[in-house]
């Protein structure tokens, strides 16, 4: 049995966490939508990253202290080169997307076709998307940045972000709402 759209969008409200940007957070629950509507199940799997969260993957693959404490994590591998206040997970301006297998049980980590629709629907709302970085590619990343950079985000300005959905026909979900009504009450709890 297929996994449920509301299912999907609930997952990847708790995933994106508090502390998220209400545009960006609208803009990858539509994405989920709309990916959900082409055939594909996809899911956030992460959204606002508080400083140590950082730290910690930072720590992953390297000798790294923050604040005093140890994060160094030898035995995992390298995933990020941000350190904290350097990702844009840092300010809620970023997700991070995986593809789930239909009935919603597996993540596939495979970046084929499907992967590269997602991005494309992604960059479609606004988002920039990390497998197209020239040196370290982060296939599952998207981001709203507004034109800012960390240093502008960590000297407290804020980016100004529109979400604009264009005009079109809207399907039914399966309790008579249609999909905006259903993100408005995921969003709003």
């Known amino acids: 049995m297929k996994v449920a759209l509301r299912t999907l969008l609930e997952r990847s409200v708790k ?109 479609g709302l606004g988002f920039k998307w990390g497998g197209d970085w020239s040196s370290f590619k982060d296939y599952p990343h998207l981001e709203m940045t507004g034109g800012l950079s960390h240093t502008q985000l960590q000297a407290g300005k804020e980016p100004r972000l529109t979400f604009k959905l264009e005009k079109r026909e809207m399907q039914k979900t399966g309790k008579g709402d249609n999909p905006i009504i259903s993100i408005q009450k995921t969003l709003n709890g």
């Open 15 to 123: 995933k994106m966490g508090k502390g998220m940007n209400p545009v960006v957070k609208a803009a990858a629950l539509e994405m989920v939508e709309r990916a959900y509507n082409e055939g594909i199940t996809v899911q956030i799997s992460a959204g606002y990253r508080s400083l140590e969260e950082q730290a910690n993957l930072y720590g992953q693959g390297r000798v790294y202290s923050y604040k005093g404490k140890n994060y160094s994590n030898l035995a995992k591998p390298i995933v990020t080169n941000a350190k904290p206040g350097q990702s844009y997970h840092n300010y809620g301006l970023a997700i991070d997307f995986f593809i789930v297998s239909d009935d919603g049980r597996r993540a596939i980590w495979t970046v084929n076709s499907k992967w590269q629709r997602v991005a494309a629907i992604g960059k």
